[in-house]
């Protein structure tokens, strides 16, 4: 679109801790928006950290220094940042502040350099909204806030910060602080949306701008297999048995207690296997929990260029999340799951957001009921053809909403219509 657009190219200064080459999380999303953007002809800059999640330490090959280069067409450049091992409430502060600070000179350097139409900051990390409002306003730019997840309320919610008292009071003011720094903003889900307009935005000052299925044709592929025919199941011992697949970070908020807890309830079933796949601060922990029990299976993430087969070994997919976090985030797992074809068994509460994006998918369950998510369970695991008409729902669900090529047009379309009347430099 940005040759029929008279202003020409659209430039997009982009301030976001995760990128690629992380490989779930909030860094894929963000990375294919840069590069979807500079492929319709758009130039990208992004300033970010360096790679760490999920499983918070960092990765070779990115040393903790400033370092500039190009990637896919987008001008990244990498700035130094503290990554806590085990990322409490305090440490993940200091690691946000620390990202923000290093991320000032370079954000500063590019807006001078490139005068974007847009500044972009991703959140998380909130806190480097000022330095996305210092670039805005020396460039011109408008500034644009994505939100992934409330931060606040996602750590209220999953007990990382108490809901009451004087830090969370400074917490919720520090907030509006910044939301109030931004010209407009998006997120991922319609639940969240609301919430945005809650918070301090009008309604036009607002666009919803969806997760996509990421290796869609892939995923799809794969999940035409019969159950359990990956070749996952031949590797880890898993034939002949239906397995429930979670897979992504394991960490506070995804409450995976529930699934430790359903895995021993239905301990008596040698048809049935439970597989956590992952990295993250919660991952020992579970383990911890989970010994003893013969059928439950812990491995590590699995490369991106095999994320089809896996999804593959699911009879159904697990997407567990505590009580009060279901409109504060929208799993961006969820996608790649329903693209594969398979149900999906969410813990959320009724009338949340992602309880509605999982209806006639699946089964949605109450959060923390271990009874429920068994239950559940069972009755996927006894009716194949329920699991089977489920699961044809969930792939169509993916094509109708979280195609990446509609995305990106609609993002497109609204950052064109929201540039600063100032014409093309």
């Not at 954000?107 to 909130?126: E, G, I, T, Y």
């Amino acid at each position: 679109m940005a040759a029929d657009n008279p202003a020409g190219p659209l430039r997009i200064l982009v301030v976001g801790l995760n990128y690629a080459p992380e490989p779930v999380g909030i860094g894929p999303y963000t990375t294919g928006l840069a590069e979807g953007l500079v492929a319709r002809g758009h130039r990208v800059e992004a300033v970010a950290g360096r790679p760490y999640y999920p499983q918070w330490s960092p990765l070779p090959g990115y040393p903790a220094r400033w370092s500039r280069r190009v990637e896919s067409g987008v001008g990244i450049t990498r700035v130094p940042h503290y990554i806590p091992r085990n990322p409490g409430g305090l440490k993940r502060l200091i690691h946000l502040a620390s990202f923000t600070l290093a991320a000032l000179y370079p954000a500063m350097k590019q807006a001078r350099r490139m005068k974007p139409d847009h500044v972009l900051v991703v959140a998380p990390s909130l806190l480097a909204m000022p330095v996305g409002a210092l670039a805005a306003r020396i460039s011109g730019a408008r500034l644009w806030v994505h939100v992934q997840d409330f931060e606040l309320e996602a750590a209220q919610a999953t007990g990382l910060l108490s809901g009451g008292g004087a830090v969370a009071r400074l917490g919720r003011a520090v907030e509006r602080f910044l939301f109030g720094l931004a010209d407009f903003a998006s997120t991922i889900s319609p639940a969240m949306r609301t919430r945005l307009v809650a918070k301090r935005f009008a309604p036009g000052d607002t666009f919803e701008m969806r997760n996509w299925a990421n290796h869609a044709d892939t995923i799809g592929a794969a999940g035409g297999k019969a159950s359990g025919s990956s070749s996952y199941a031949r590797a880890w011992g898993l034939e002949g048995r239906k397995v429930l697949l979670y897979s992504g970070n394991i960490a506070n908020k995804q409450g995976l207690d529930v699934v430790i807890d359903a895995a021993r309830l239905l301990s008596g079933r040698d048809d049935l296997a439970f597989v956590i796949c992952g990295e993250g601060p919660n991952r020992q922990k579970l383990e911890a929990q989970a010994a003893g029990l013969g059928n439950i299976q812990f491995h590590d993430l699995q490369p991106s260029a095999k994320v089809g087969d896996l999804l593959a070994l699911a009879h159904a997919h697990l997407l567990p999340q505590k009580a009060g976090a279901a409109d504060l985030v929208l799993p961006s797992k969820l996608t790649n799951i329903l693209a594969s074809g398979r149900p999906v068994i969410a813990t959320a509460e009724a009338g949340t957001g992602l309880a509605e994006e999982c209806e006639g998918c699946g089964f949605v369950t109450a959060p923390e009921d271990a009874r429920a998510l068994a239950d559940a369970i069972e009755r996927l695991a006894d009716d194949g053809a329920l699991a089977d008409r489920l699961g044809a729902r969930a792939r169509l669900r993916a094509r109708e909403r979280w195609a990446l090529d509609g995305i990106l047009d609609a993002t497109e379309a609204e950052l064109i219509a929201r540039r600063p009347a100032r014409g093309a430099a």
